[in-house]
């Protein structure tokens, strides 16, 4: 039964204890965060602009926007 309540505690010190022990691993973790705030941030700030925040100046104007969107768009489909 003890054994059972301390699965969670186990798994974290095996991940703990692992990265610890990284070498090149360290370097490479590094990378991947880099480049997924490069994606997330970046690219989204430049490649997504807010288009709704920037036409419709308030709320239920956005949604009705976005509400004819979709219902033209189901129209259009066969």
């Not at 430049?46 to 976005?66: H, K, M, N």
């Amino acid at each position: 039964m003890n054994r059972r309540r301390n699965i969670p505690a186990r798994i974290a010190g095996f991940y703990i204890d692992g990265f610890r022990s990284m070498t090149v691993g360290k370097k490479l973790w590094a990378i991947i965060i880099i480049k997924l705030i490069f994606i997330f941030l970046v690219m989204k700030l430049f490649f997504f602009p807010d288009i709704l925040q920037r036409d419709y100046s308030t709320d239920d104007e956005r949604a009705g926007a976005v509400r004819e969107a979709l219902i033209d768009r189901s129209r259009q489909q066969p």
